[in-house]
Structures are given as C-alpha cells and as structure tokens.
C-alpha cells in the first residue's frame, strides 16, 4: 500500500492549492479515505472525509464551505481542493485510508504554509 501526497506549496491569506493523494497497492474504490493535518506545534486534526463513492463527505467545521474533498476512483486518487486559505490552515497534509475502524495506511503528507 502506498499513498503519495502532492499539490502543497506557499500560498498568500485568500488564495487556493488543489492537493493530491495517489494511491496504490490495493483497491481504492474499496476504502472510505481522509485528509489530516499536523500544524507546527500541535497535534494531528481530522480534517475531511469521504466514502467509497464519493458521495458522503464530511469536513472539520473550521473548513466547512472552502475545502472540498473528491475522488477519481479510475485515477486512484484522492483530492482536496482549497480555497479561500488562511494563515490558520498551514500544516502539513496527509491522505490516510480508511477501513471504518481504523485509519491504516498514511502518506508522507505535503507542506501547505499560507503567508503573506
């Protein structure tokens, strides 16, 4: 199992950074999958989730109405689109699958800093 994170970068207060999470190794459409983020200092946050089709989501409220989680199942990729960033979102950004109990495989995660 593999994921791979991709899409972080510096961003200014206002602006948008599409993160990806390609997966490998087992059957993507088969997993429920989430992003978490780690700010420097803090501990882990869940931050959205999403099922096997893509039709349920859920978001941490901070983000509610500018983060939008997707999927590609043919791509084997997982997607987080970010809009709207404040100072206040910078951390480092992980995808992680999940089997409903557990959240058993992680990425590396991909820094996402947001700074004027």
């Known amino acids: 199992v593999q994921l791979v994170e991709s899409g972080g970068g510096m961003v200014q207060p206002g602006g948008s950074l599409r993160l990806s999470c390609g997966a490998s190794?087992?059957?993507?459409?088969?997993?429920?999958m989430i992003w978490v983020r780690q700010a420097p200092g803090k501990g882990p946050e869940w931050v959205s989730g999403i099922d096997t089709g893509g039709g349920s989501t859920s978001y941490v409220d901070s983000v509610k109405g500018r983060f939008t989680i997707s999927r590609d199942n043919a791509k084997n990729t997982l997607y987080l689109q970010m809009n709207s960033l404040k100072p206040e979102d910078t951390a480092l950004y992980c995808c992680?699958?999940?089997?409903?109990?557990?959240?058993?495989?992680w990425g590396q995660g991909t820094q996402v800093t947001v700074s004027s």
């Open positions: 190794g087992f059957t993507f459409s088969s997993y429920g």
């Open positions: 992680a699958r999940s089997t409903g109990s557990e959240y058993d495989y």
